[in-house]
C-alpha cells in the first residue's frame, strides 16, 4: 500500500470489525465475494437512515450479483443494534470505534457544521472486488439514488 489513504486498484488490508448482533466480520474471509462499503457519521441520523434504508432495500440485487454489503461508522455495537431494530436495517452495520478503517479510507476528516469544526466520517462509499483490491470508490456522497448507482457498479465488475 502507498503512504497514507488507499488508493483504487491496491488491495485493501485485512478488516476484522465487530458488527451489530455481537459477532465479527472478517473481510477478508468472503473473498472472491465483491464487498461494498458504505461509510456514513452517525446512527438515528436523517441522511444516515436513508441511506441505510436504502442499501437494506437493495440488499438482495445486491446479494444476487454475488456481492456483500456494510455500513460502517464510528458508533458502538449497541449503537447499530438499535438503528437496526429501529428501522428494519438488513445490511449489517460495522463498528469503527477507534477509526482505524475510516482512517485507512481516508474518510476520517475535519468537519464543520454550524460554525463549528470537529472530525467525524465522511459520507463515502468504496467496492472492493473479489481479489480484495479497490475497485471503485464515491466520496462526499449523495444519498438519493447512491445504492443504485452502486449496484450498478457491482453488476459491471
Known amino acids: 500500500m502507498t503512504t ?3 488508493q483504487t486498484g491496491e488491495i485493501v488490508p485485512e478488516i476484522t470489525l465487530p458488527r451489530d448482533g ?3 466480520v472478517n473481510l477478508g474471509a468472503l473473498r472472491p465475494a465483491p464487498v461494498v462499503l458504505f461509510f ?9 437512515t436513508k441511506e441505510a434504508i436504502a442499501f437494506s432495500a437493495l440488499r438482495a440485487d445486491f446479494e444476487a ?3 456483500q454489503v456494510f455500513g460502517i461508522s464510528k458508533d458502538s455495537v449497541q449503537s447499530h443494534d438499535k ?3 429501529k428501522h428494519d436495517l438488513t445490511v449489517p452495520l460495522l463498528s469503527d470505534e477507534a477509526t482505524d478503517i475510516a482512517e485507512i ?3 476520517w476528516q475535519e468537519k464543520k457544521m454550524y460554525g463549528k469544526t470537529f472530525m467525524g466520517i465522511v459520507r463515502s462509499t468504496f467496492l ?3 481479489e480484495g483490491r479497490l475497485a471503485r470508490e464515491w466520496r462526499k456522497v449523495k444519498v438519493d439514488g447512491h445504492a443504485e448507482e452502486v449496484l450498478d457498479a457491482v453488476r459491471a465488475l
Open 4 to 6: 497514507g489513504v488507499l
Open 40 to 48: 456514513y457519521p452517525r446512527d438515528l441520523t436523517s441522511g444516515c
Open 128 to 130: 472492493i472486488d473479489g
Open 65 to 67: 450479483a454475488g456481492a
Open 22 to 24: 455481537g459477532e465479527t
Open 105 to 107: 479510507f481516508g474518510v
Open 83 to 85: 438503528f437496526v431494530a
